[in-house]
């Protein structure tokens, strides 16, 4: 018998062989959407929680408060639960029904904001006083650690270490940045690829950071690529995903499985894995499966 907290991570890697356009390459998808709150961020989320708890930084009566897109809210909602921590979290107001619905139904008190910029804002400065702790993950060295610590050995060990390319969205670059950590030390050679939305784009999940926003945690020598995607390609990349592989996914997971479909054309072979990020019933009330 396991507690919920034990069976965050060691999430499944499939094979994309319906979208792959090359024979001579291997496209997997991991799928974060396996883990218990439903997404890649149950990870960071317990890594930041409990990182801080350790430290002793959580003190009595304080209460958590973050700023996310979604899926880091739900997550959060979820283990500062299982923590009996109270947490507040300040979304954007573009945040799909579902979204905010979940993290409610776990007990979080959800604020929105006009952009996720003005949300950052907001935590931040409710955070200068004594009553809140802010968990940060655009800065948290416990966001990447928990993908150093757990993604990218599982990546690793279940392409029993013939990984060639490991293609990610970029939001808080979490992800990113701890596999692309554990992954270089393991082999120099393994490419590491990021996502980001072109100009104009909207692609929840996948950011082009302000200068002045930009996560602190991202470091821009462990990327050695970025792809942009459009919006239309990752929604169409979504779509294809669940009625050609019946991976059911939202829009990040898209654009990233986009990016790793248009690296395997340029590749004479290889084995690629991208981060399928969660799971599409929390886009149901959006247009993205219309």
Not at 5 to 30: A, F, M, Q, S
Not at 153 to 165: A, C, M, Q, R
Request: with cysteine; hydrophobic share 40%.
């Amino acid at each position: 018998m396991s507690s919920l907290l034990e069976l965050v991570g060691n999430t499944p890697l499939v094979e994309l062989n319906r979208i792959n356009p090359n024979p001579d390459v291997k496209i997997y998808g991991k799928l974060e959407g396996n883990n218990p709150g439903g997404s890649v961020k149950d990870r960071a989320a317990f890594s930041m929680i409990k990182g801080a708890l350790d430290r002793g930084e959580i003190r009595p009566g304080m209460k958590l408060i973050e700023a996310t897109s979604g899926n880091t809210g739900i997550a959060l909602a979820m283990i500062a639960r299982l923590f009996d921590l109270e947490i507040e979290l300040i979304l954007p107001q573009n945040s799909t029904k579902e979204r905010v619905l979940t993290m409610e139904a776990y007990g979080a008190k959800v604020v929105l904001t006009e952009t996720m910029e003005s949300a950052r804002d907001y935590a931040e400065e409710k955070a200068a006083g004594k009553e809140y702790f802010l968990l940060n993950q655009f800065a948290n060295q416990d966001n990447w650690k928990a993908h150093y610590n757990t993604t990218g050995p599982e990546i690793y060990k279940d392409t029993n270490g013939k990984v060639t390319h490991f293609v990610s969205s970029m939001g808080t670059t979490g992800t990113i940045m701890g596999v692309s950590r554990y992954m270089k030390e393991k082999n120099q050679n393994i490419q590491i690829v990021g996502c980001q939305p072109t100009d104009g784009s909207s692609i929840p999940g996948i950011r082009k950071w302000p200068e002045a926003y930009l996560p602190k945690i991202f470091e821009k020598e462990r990327v050695d690529r970025v792809m942009e995607v459009t919006q239309e390609n990752a929604v169409q990349m979504t779509r294809k995903l669940a009625r050609e592989e019946a991976v059911f996914a939202g829009m990040s997971s898209g654009g990233a499985a986009w990016a790793a479909v248009e690296l395997a054309r340029e590749l004479k072979e290889g084995i690629i894995v991208c981060i399928i990020c969660d799971r599409g019933d929390r886009y149901l009330s959006s247009d993205l499966f219309g």
